[in-house]
């Protein structure tokens, strides 16, 4: 199983001039040691409006310049957001063709759809966002592959034209998809491309089943593309130290219940149509993380609510998001241990977050150089 980094620039307040764009340089740094310890894939979102989660809006951008400061790692453009007005197909096509160019062919095409208010801002109607995607996805390879091309479609009309330039991997990058149901994972087999796996804080178990659901689906696949992608990523939160005692101490279990309790404001949207504000469900009629999402509750969302009641301290909420398999905090032994029980499951590569929440810049280049030197090497020999 192949170890993989993905980053979203966290920005959580509160807020100063450097703090932002010190998001972007830090990540920059902690690639080009992933790029040197052997990493896989480095996957950038795009994300719209969703402050403090993601300021990643414009990922082409962050990825051409991560291509000239690495030599080896593959760039995830994971995802591009397919729906029109986000991004016009012709447009995907000439940037993922030419960031392919510029890292000497190692880009992964990544494909989504966005949150609910992401398309609010954009004027997208979510009832068309799948049609929308699938439509765009089955005619990009097209433009890379033809040089007289042309598109009459539900939602696009292209006249001949020759999309340029062309990517250096032929037919075409792989291309992928991310989800977070059994419907997406059900899809994405059965068109033959890979899958980008949300799961945070699903139970291993269940990851299992939608794995075999794509297996299941990929044994009937009809290629939306020129090419079939068949390998299965997930994505995790992972802080690796020195001790246990160092993790905690660097703040990560804290780092986890944020982005966790952010997740649920972004997700499980209140009536209204926005945001919680600063992640504050009681503002907003709802109790807790598990009041706001109530298919995560376990043991874990329970001592998070706790933790930002102030009814536990910091080491009661380590204990408890320990329990959680999705929840990778530790020293290097611990981290292998869970690590090894997603490579068990088939899976082809697993993201690891870690830039999560306030962890200090150094704690995560810490962080990243455990894993590629003590733990990587045992999950993935070369």
Known sequence: MKLDLLYELSCPKPWNEEKERNAYYNALDQIVLADQLGFGTVWEVEHHFLSEFSHSSAPEIFLACVSQRTERIRIGHGVVLLPNPFNYPIRVAERIAALD?????????????????????????PDETRAMWQEALSIIPKMWSSEKFSHKGEHFEIPERNVLPKPIQRPHPPVWVAGTQDESFEIAGRLGIGMLALTIMVPVEELERRIAMYRKASE??????????DRINCLTLVHCARTTREAIENGAPQAVAWYLRTVAALFAPPEGGEIVSGFDFAAHGRRSLED???????????????????????????DALNTDEMVIIGDPEQCRKKLERYADLGLNSLMCQVQIGDLSHEAVMNSVGLLGREVRPLIDPD
């Open 101 to 125: 160019i510029m890292s000497r062919g190692r880009v992964e095409f990544g494909t989504g759809r966005s949150t609910w208010y992401e398309q609010a801002g954009f004027n997208v109607r």
């Open 292 to 318: 706001s999402v109530p298919q995560l509750q376990n043991e874990a969302t329970r001592a998070i609510d706790e933790f930002h009641q102030g009814e536990i301290g910091v080491d009661d909420l380590y």
């Open 220 to 229: 009937n696949v009809e290629p939306i593309t020129d090419v079939v992608n």
